[in-house]
């Protein structure tokens, strides 16, 4: 098979085990990595993948096992050693300084960068412009978009010599484009001998650059294959899931009801120099799911935070169960039947410090009414719920958020939401990060939504806008070009068409 070579491995792991308390985060991981060859890694939400990345990283240690270095046994007792000899790592939530420069991040911990300054920044646009990672090194890190950062992480790696790079869910935070140029990067990396490991869920972009795929179940290395031996999608979903995974769902028929959110004339957000989205109209009715795509960065994610309250609105009016309100009352609006599942779920979505169960408070307070003992004995009951319905698998209700994989910490946040029995549910990107498992089950969830509510779905994935929406809307430089019913194969072609900013109905 193509995967032995003659040369002994750049890495080796042997039965590498790690637990959390009663979790066993890796049982007996053995795995070996080749030089000049991109690897992903697959399987379900807490199955180890970051666990044992973060390892090779050096920010774990193993509780049992070996790593072999280019044949030498290593241990890493920080992140720093694990760069210095060669291993670095980006993380799922990136560990940038925001109000420090580019240049300042990259050089971290290297000492007083005085003097030698001009020098280091050179050297750091050379390196930007031979990976094509382009990026100014003197901007503030609080300045960049999230593809921007990657690049700051990226460099910051490569800076320091890094020989193998590991990339924990990289694309989560990236547009197609970005993905592209991304995927770029990594075969310039194996052409020059490194090793790229990456962890997705997204089966396509395994087979767009992947040389080998490893797969993770319940903490053990269930199967490696040479991606050219993957015949289908299916193939890969059953190897994570250990069972058929139909990846499409069922849409019953639900009556339409009355207009839940109706948006006129919005634009905003208020105060800045530039409007991100200008005079859009839609209307949201019980009984359907409208869903709001587009490729991102044309305007979608400033609409969500102003529908949501989370900005400003400078122009227009909502109508909301048949209350209207100004762009400015919007925001002051009080009361529920609005419930939100917020892209970014590290910010507004969950707090590390707290428990399950306080996390599942934040945003439920008023349903758990009463002295503050009867309301966390209620909000326990309702997160053991939600904890078994979803499968959210993590230290149990008592736990901290923090010690949650990626894809339950988001489980956790869309069962809260989805708890409130809403009038109008805002899902944004609500299957990012999770697997293909999980993305059936939250289908189904919003879905099962949409028979009583309103749900309003913003996504630029379109596999899930054509099988989940009644109705799509696309999004260009700030303006809805056309809302397509979704049916027929030519609205898909109309869809990708009008998401470039072509094909709009005169
Ligand atoms: N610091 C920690 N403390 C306690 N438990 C942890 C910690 N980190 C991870 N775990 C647990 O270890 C298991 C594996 O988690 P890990 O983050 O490695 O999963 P993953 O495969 O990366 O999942 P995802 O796809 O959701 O990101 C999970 O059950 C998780 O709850
Ligand atoms: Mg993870």
Known sequence: MAMTTLSSPVLALTDITKRFGDVRANQRVTW?????????????????????MSILAGRYQPDGGEIHLRGSPVRFLSPAQALASGIGMVYQRFMLVEPLTVAENILLRRGPIRGKRTRDIRQIRELAERYGLLVNPLAPVRTLTMGERQRVEILKLLYRQAEILIFDEPTAVLTHAEIDSLFDVFRQLKEEGKTVVFITHKLEEVMAVADEIAVMRRGRMVSRVAAA?????HDLARMMVGREVILSVQKPPVAIGEAVLTAMGLSGPAG???LKFQDVDFEVRRGEIFTITGVAGNGQEQLVAALAGLAPMAAGTVSFRNRAYTAARWRRRTGDGLAYIPEDRDRTGSIDAFTLVENFMLTRLDA????????????????????????IQGGGIRGLAAHLSGGNRQKLILARELSRRPDLLIAEQPTQGLDVRA?????????????????LLVTGDLKE?????????V?????ILD?????EAADIDRIKLLMAGLGKRE
Not at 32 to 52: F, H, M, P, V, W
């Open 32 to 52: 070996t990595l080749d030089a000049g060859r991109i690897y992903a890694l697959l399987g379900e939400n807490g199955a180890g993948k970051s666990t044992l």
């Open 229 to 233: 031996q993957v015949r289908s999608h």
């Open 272 to 274: 800045a120099d530039r």
């Open 368 to 391: 758990f009414g009463g002295a503050l003992w009867v309301r966390r004995r209620r909000a326990a009951r309702a997160t053991a719920a939600a904890v078994r319905d979803f499968s």
């Open 439 to 455: 993305t059936e089950e939250v289908w189904q969830a919003l879905l099962r939504q949409r028979a009583s509510a309103a749900v």
């Open 465 to 473: 806008a054509l099988t989940l929406s009644d109705r799509i809307a």
């Open 475 to 479: 999004m260009f430089r700030g303006r």
């Open 483 to 487: 809302i397509v019913s979704a049916r």
